[in-house]
């Protein structure tokens, strides 16, 4: 069992940065993958970035060149850089962690970012 604990939301003006953290409860070095995922109300939850156990790396297409997601496998934290924030990018964000055939989820951290 892992758990994921979000931080790093906030209210922000367009064009502003946030730092997203997840940290997770126990060593994330041997799962397959963690990332973050988002989900705004009436749409369907939109995977954002992830990052594998080799440190490759891919993005929704709608965050590319904007977001940047890292790992220190030292703290068991995944990150998320966010830059060049939209007023579409709000949303609630989600961390989770991919081990075998387990899946978690954290409770997630709202990004508001205002026009």
């Known amino acids: 069992q892992v758990q994921l604990v979000e931080s790093g939301g906030g209210l922000v003006q367009a064009g502003g940065s946030l730092r997203l953290s997840c940290a997770a409860s126990?060593?994330?070095?041997?799962?397959?993958?963690m990332g973050w995922s988002r989900q705004t109300p009436g749409k369907q939850r939109e995977l954002v970035a992830a990052i594998g156990s080799g440190g490759t790396t891919d993005y929704a297409d709608s965050v590319k060149g904007r977001f940047t997601i890292s790992s220190d496998n030292a703290k068991n934290t995944v990150y998320l850089q966010m830059n060049s924030l939209k007023p579409e990018d709000t949303a609630v964000y989600y961390c989770?962690?991919?081990?075998?055939?387990?899946?978690?989820w954290g409770q997630g951290t709202q990004v508001t970012v205002s026009s």
């Open positions: 989770y962690y991919v081990s075998g055939r387990f899946q978690y």
């Open positions: 126990r060593s994330i070095f041997s799962g397959n993958a």
